[in-house]
């Protein structure tokens, strides 16, 4: 079935850096790709919408300067938390899907701790 | 708006017993219906759709859903537990091009 990679899983790193975190489509290409933000005990906030070869879509709320992605390739969308913060701190998952017709696949989440 | 409603946020069942968590949703055509479940620290695994023809649908681990039009509702069932069903279960819609998420029910499962 259609596999969704997220990488890396966790992360920790200081006030101030720069994190990269990738979503790869394993064995299907993604036209699509989502960014979702969720909180302890929460459900799923979309933060943007990343189509390959064009600009993400942002959700209302979301500082496209703060949250930086990239749909290069078709198997390939990277979310770059830019002089992240202590209150960036979260739980980062992408999902991506073939096309409109399909559902969405999602990665197993990247942990982010900011110190 | 399109919203989706899951009126329990918390659940707990005895293993071996029956299950049905509700969702409700809000839109005026026939959406796109799924059911997501997500383990502890994990990303989501997609239990079953519904797009159109049947309103009961399969999925996998044993899981149904049945669509009811006249209900806009969307509820999953199981017939039997496992401990290993603990965890937290989403369901969505699909208005469009984006998927809008209800809060979740969280599953405990008691021996």
């Known amino acids: 079935g259609a596999v969704v990679s997220q990488h890396p899983s966790w992360v920790i790193c200081k006030s101030g850096t720069s994190v990269k975190i990738e979503c790869r489509s394993l064995d299907f290409q993604a036209t699509t790709m989502f960014w979702y933000r969720q909180f302890p005990k929460q459900s799923l906030m979309l933060m943007a919408t990343s189509n390959e070869g064009s600009k993400a879509t942002y959700e209302q709320g979301v500082e496209k300067d703060k949250f930086l992605i990239n749909h290069a390739s078709l198997t390939l969308s990277t979310l770059t938390v830019t002089s992240a913060h202590p209150e960036d701190s979260s739980f980062y998952i992408c999902s991506a899907r073939p096309d409109r017709t399909q559902p969405q696949h999602f990665g197993d989440g990247t942990r982010l701790s900011i110190l | 708006a399109q919203s989706v409603t899951q009126p329990d946020i918390h659940i707990t069942v005895s293993e071996g017993a029956s299950l049905e968590l509700r969702c409700n949703y809000s839109?005026?055509?026939?959406?796109?219906l799924f059911w997501y479940v997500q383990s502890p620290g994990q990303g989501l695994q997609l239990l079953l759709k519904y797009f159109s023809g049947d309103t009961l649908v399969q999925g996998i681990k044993g899981f149904e859903a049945e669509f009811k039009r006249s209900q806009s509702s969307f509820n999953l069932r199981k017939p039997s537990v496992h401990w290993s069903d603990a965890a937290e279960y989403f369901c969505?819609?699909?208005?469009?091009?984006?998927?809008?998420f209800g809060q979740g029910t969280e599953l405990s499962v008691k021996p």
């Open positions: 969505a819609v699909l208005p469009g091009g984006k998927l809008i």
């Open positions: 839109y005026g055509a026939t959406p796109y």
